[in-house]
């Protein structure tokens, strides 16, 4: 019976592992120069700042202030798992100490780079806007433009890179600076941090309404939290407006694809046979308008396994693997299911690699064969300490067989960590996860949480708190990895 459970809601959770630059195969890239302005919003000023009063409009004898230190925007996974380039367009006030407030994006291009292009201009530092002499908070926009510059260079590593752009802009819609609007915005980003996605949705709804219907932004981050929530209904009718308001080919394939996803999601384990032939219409259309379209491709053969179209569903998942690196993560899992489709609708759980306290690099997707254990802990939770004698004998009593543990740390404190696990001599695995990045991919909000996976890499179970019967549950996977090695050498 579980016993304990600490519940977690994280002020700020970023998306995405930090740190990870894109890598295109064969190919190399030059990074972009990294240069800064800023320009004011049209349209009354924004909330209130606090010190030094209500902010400023620039212009009228309020200088602009100016950036004395920037902090490139990393580019997200999935961003650079699809060469994705864009711009997010960020509202915010500098204080008159220099510093960003009330950050959010205005404008965004999704797929992780609205959260890097905010936790980027987070760590900005300004000289203040000054009148009369004196530093006084503005609110400006800032443009922060992704882009992947690719160049083939002779004998030189495959890698690329990614850098953030920053250029002065003029809102192109006067709901931009509008502050019911702004205040709706931040609003949904907030509700989405917490999870709270079906009131999230409900204010980016606000949002577009507050913007005449015309933002979609609004109606994609509307979509987005419906489908976290499972309103996938409500998810179809925005796509499908969504699909309405955008002309640009490459905005319509993602729109189209969006709804071919909440189609799909609309079948649930079972799906009926006309549920995945208008996910498939839909995804179809999306390839249609985008041919690089990788999300809409992967899910477009996952659909047609299920469909029975073998040959067809291991077409669409090797073009995939033709625009993927082959040191990504997602590819090694895009070559399993071109080998067997039918894997691609098995549950699983989110590929990852990460970089273990030992050095050790750990990708799930490599652990082919054997038993994998995640789990998600922290030093400063009761439960999770009550549940280490448990992992400790696991550890010991699995030695030599064929399972992996990780275990994935939310604390903050770095020394504190590392001195917790050589006290209590934790030889397996060991990641911190400080920004709660991986947490987020895997939708947990609460410590301590396992997941098993069998050794062929699905999802076998997912617990959440302490008392269960991990070892048991281990033992039959184990005793499956056992069974299934003579055949995997063969």
Known sequence: ??????????????????????????????????????SAPSGPSGPAAGEGGPPRRIGGGVSAPVVIQRVPAEYSEEARKARLSGTVLVNLIVDVHGMPQNVHVTRGIGTGLDEKAVEAIRQYRFKPAMEGGKPVPVQVNVEVNFQ???????????????????????????WESDPKYIAAI?????????????????????????????CTECIRQAIAAEMKWGAYKDAVKDADELIAHVENPTDKSTAEGLRGAALYAQGGDKPKPAQLEAAQQALQAAIADDPKNVPARYLCGT?????????????????????????????????????????????????????ALDGSKFTLDE???RVVLIDFWA????????????????????????????????????????????????????????????????????IPHYFTIDSDGVLTAELMGSGYDVEGRLEKLVAKAKGAQPARGN
């Not at 600490?6 to 930090?18: K, S, W």
């Not at 009131?199 to 219907?213: E, L, S």
């Not at 997602?330 to 990460?354: D, G, H, I, Q």
């Open 379 to 446: 030093t400063w939770c009761g439960p999770c300490n009550e549940e280490l004698p448990q992992m400790k004998k696991i550890a010991k009593d699995f030695a030599g067989q064929p399972l992996v543990i990780i275990s994935i740390s939310w604390d903050d404190n770095e020394a504190k960590w590392k001195s917790f696990i050589a006290k209590n001599e934790m030889g397996w695995a060991q990641y911190r996860d400080a920004d709660q990045s991986l947490g987020k991919l895997f939708g947990i909000d609460a």
């Open 148 to 174: 992947v510059l690719e160049r083939k260079s002779a004998g030189q590593a495959t890698d690329t890179q990614s850098a953030s752009q920053v250029t002065e802009h003029k809102p192109s819609s006067p």
């Open 303 to 355: 659909v047609l396994a299920r469909m029975g179209q073998t040959e067809e569903a291991r077409t669409q998942v090797e073009s995939c693997l033709r625009s993927a690196s082959p040191s990504d993560p997602a590819y090694l899992r895009a070559k399993r299911f071109a080998e067997n489709p039918a894997m691609s609708y098995a549950k699983m759980a989110p590929s990852f690699t990460v970089t």
């Open 1 to 38: 019976m579980r016993k304990g459970i600490l519940q977690v809601f994280p002020v700020l959770i970023v998306a995405g592992v930090v740190g990870i630059s894109p890598k295109l195969s064969g190919q190399t890239s030059t990074p972009i120069s990294d240069a800064s302005s800023v």
């Open 186 to 214: 931040v609003q949904g980003k907030k509700l989405t941090e917490a999870r709270q996605f079906n009131f999230a949705a409900d204010a980016y709804r606000k949002a577009n309404k507050i913007a005449g219907g015309k």
């Open 367 to 369: 652990m082919g064969g």
